[in-house]
């Protein structure tokens, strides 16, 4: 299985293609797509045919886009969930399922422990992964994060 996870941001949108085979993680790619118009119209379009490359590449079965929980900038908070209702809705016009994992559901996932920190998930990450350089940006570690845990969590639907 191929799983695509995305780190939601308005400027910075962290990606990670990763394969899942019983069990067993291989990294494919990571990096961002970056948005660098003041435009948000603009941003949505670069990130909607960022994402479309990504995907016709790859060809994920899965995608995980990590759920909002709490910001403290009200502003942010509804830049960040525009920007999530674009990445889902180019996700769901390719017909590929989406899980949403919350921060919390990632972290468990990948150190089982909910209130890891940042270092210790991506450490975790390379290590599950077999990376040896840091994964850099962050934005691209967290992705991979979100990858991992909705490829490991996911149950396909019963087809009648």
Do not use: H, W
Not at 69 to 74: D, V, Y
Not at 90 to 95: I, L
Not at 96 to 105: A, D, G, K, R, V
Request: glycine share 6%; proline share 5%.
């Amino acid at each position: 299985m191929i799983a695509l996870g995305i780190d939601p941001g308005t400027t910075r949108i962290g990606f990670g293609v990763i394969e899942y085979n019983r069990s067993s993680f291989r990294c494919i790619d990571y990096g961002i797509i970056k948005n660098t118009v003041k435009d948000r119209s603009e941003n949505y379009k670069n990130t909607a045919k960022e994402l479309n490359i990504l995907i016709k590449k790859y060809r994920p079965d899965i995608c995980g886009i990590e759920k909002l929980f709490f910001l403290n900038n009200q502003k942010t908070v509804m830049s960040v969930s525009e920007m999530r209702g674009v990445i889902i809705l180019t996700v769901a016009q390719n017909n590929i399922p989406i899980e949403e994992p919350t921060p919390l559901q990632i972290k468990q996932s990948i150190s089982n422990y909910g209130r890891a920190g940042k270092a210790q998930v991506q450490k975790m990450v390379q290590m599950i992964l077999g990376i040896k350089e840091e994964i850099r940006p962050d934005d691209a570690a967290d992705a991979l994060a979100i990858a991992i845990c909705s490829a490991n969590n996911y149950t396909p639907p019963i087809i009648k």
